[in-house]
C-alpha cells in the first residue's frame, strides 16, 4: 500500500493532518498600538474631509441666507453626502483592515482616503463650476 492509499480516517497517517493543521493556522494579527497609529494618522485626513463638508454645509446655508434665496433639497443632500462619505469610508476601511497586517491596513485606508477625495471632488464640483439646475 502506497501513503496517498491509506485512509486518513483511522488515525493511520500523522503526515497528513500535520499540513491541514498548518495550512488553518491563523496568521498573527498587527499589535495594538500599530493598528491604533495607522488609524489614528489616516483618522486626521479623514477628519479634515469632515471638517471642510461641515465648513461647505455652513458657509453655503451662510451665503444663501444673505442672498434671501433657498437652497434646493439636492443641494443640501449632497452636502449631507459631503460630510457622511469620509465618515462611512473610514469606518469601512477600518474594519476591512481589522486584523490585517499592518501593510494591508495602511492600503485600505489609502485607497479609502483616494475615493473620499474623488467623491468630494465630484460632489464640490456641482457647486464651484456651477453644477446643474434643478429649478
Do not use: C, K
Not at 498548518?22 to 499589535?31: E, F, G, K, L, N
Not at 473610514?90 to 474594519?95: K, P, R, S, T
Not at 492600503?107 to 477625495?117: C, D, I, M, N, R
Amino acid at each position: 500500500m502506497t501513503e496517498a492509499s491509506v485512509p486518513s480516517g483511522d488515525g493511520g497517517g500523522g503526515a497528513g493532518t500535520g499540513a491541514t493543521e498548518a495550512a488553518v493556522a491563523p496568521r498573527p494579527a498587527t499589535p495594538l498600538w500599530l493598528a491604533v497609529t495607522i488609524a489614528a494618522i489616516f483618522g486626521v485626513l479623514y477628519a479634515y474631509d469632515v471638517w471642510e463638508a461641515v465648513r461647505d454645509l455652513v458657509g453655503v446655508s451662510l451665503m444663501v441666507g444673505d442672498l434671501g434665496v433657498s437652497l434646493a433639497g439636492i443641494g443640501i443632500a449632497l452636502l449631507i453626502a459631503a460630510l457622511l462619505v469620509p465618515i462611512l469610508v473610514y469606518a469601512l476601511a477600518f474594519w476591512l483592515g481589522y486584523r490585517r497586517d499592518p501593510l494591508a491596513q495602511v492600503v485600505l485606508f489609502l485607497a479609502g482616503y483616494a475615493v473620499v477625495q474623488a467623491l468630494t471632488l465630484d460632489l464640490g464640483s456641482f457647486f464651484e463650476l456651477g453644477g446643474i439646475d434643478f429649478s
